[in-house]
């Protein structure tokens, strides 16, 4: 039932990551063209296919039909993704979109590192397990309970990372605003009683009776 979690996860994981890109062919194929790695038209071809594979593939993992060429196709495609990160990465090419999940979304600048990278390799390091590690027959009971523990799992991480994503412990999203506004006021203020301590300043002279 283990492996049956597991695939679970990976299979949830790669629908989470195709049935988004499903609905943006023209973003996902900016994606591919900013990783630089293949000629224009293999790009269009990755970007027509890819959303399709990483559904099929995910839909057999959780299925658990397939058994280990579905875990041995998430392997490739997982190695594609960890290829792609490192390769730009080494160049020192960071401010590209992964298109790991989503793209095209936020008003940030798109930006990968290192934990893209990790992260795919882990999830190819898992699927090459699953592709390799003899598997036992699981009665439908048990994969049933299986499927629902990984989905589960994988919901859990991604409401956390969402919550993550929003809220900053310690510090309310408003705050930002507020220090801007903040900060905004008190260089307001320094001018202000700059201007007023100059005038003062000019004044002195007279109110004492040097000048006349």
């Given at each position: 039932?283990?492996?049956v979690v597991v695939a679970s996860i990976l299979g949830g994981t790669l629908l989470l990551a195709g049935v988004p890109k499903l609905g943006d062919?023209?973003?996902l194929l900016m994606v591919v063209k900013g990783y630089r790695l293949l000629p224009a038209s293999l790009e269009r071809l990755v970007a027509v296919t890819l959303p399709y594979v990483e559904v099929a593939i995910g839909v057999l993992l959780i299925v658990g039909v397939g058994g280990r060429w579905s875990a041995a196709a998430a392997t490739v495609l997982f190695a594609g993704f960890v290829t792609g990160l490192t390769v730009n990465l080494?160049?020192?090419?960071r401010d590209l979109d992964c298109g790991c999940f989503a793209f095209g979304a936020g008003h940030e600048v798109p930006r990968i590192g290192w934990f893209h990278a990790v992260r795919a390799g882990a999830f190819m390091a898992v699927s090459a397990a699953l592709a390799l590690?003899?598997?036992?027959?699981v009665a439908p009971v048990a994969r049933l309970a299986g499927?629902?523990?990984g989905l589960l799992i994988l919901l859990?991480?991604?409401v956390v990372a969402q919550i993550r994503a929003v809220v900053h412990l310690g510090r309310r999203p408003v705050d930002d605003y507020l220090t801007a506004a903040s900060m905004n006021l008190r260089a307001s203020n320094t001018v202000s009683r700059y201007d007023t301590a100059v005038i003062d300043l000019q004044q002195l002279p007279r109110q004492t009776g040097l000048v006349r």
């Open positions: 039932m283990f492996w062919r023209d973003g080494a160049r020192g090419r590690v003899p598997t036992p027959e499927v629902a523990a859990a991480a991604v």
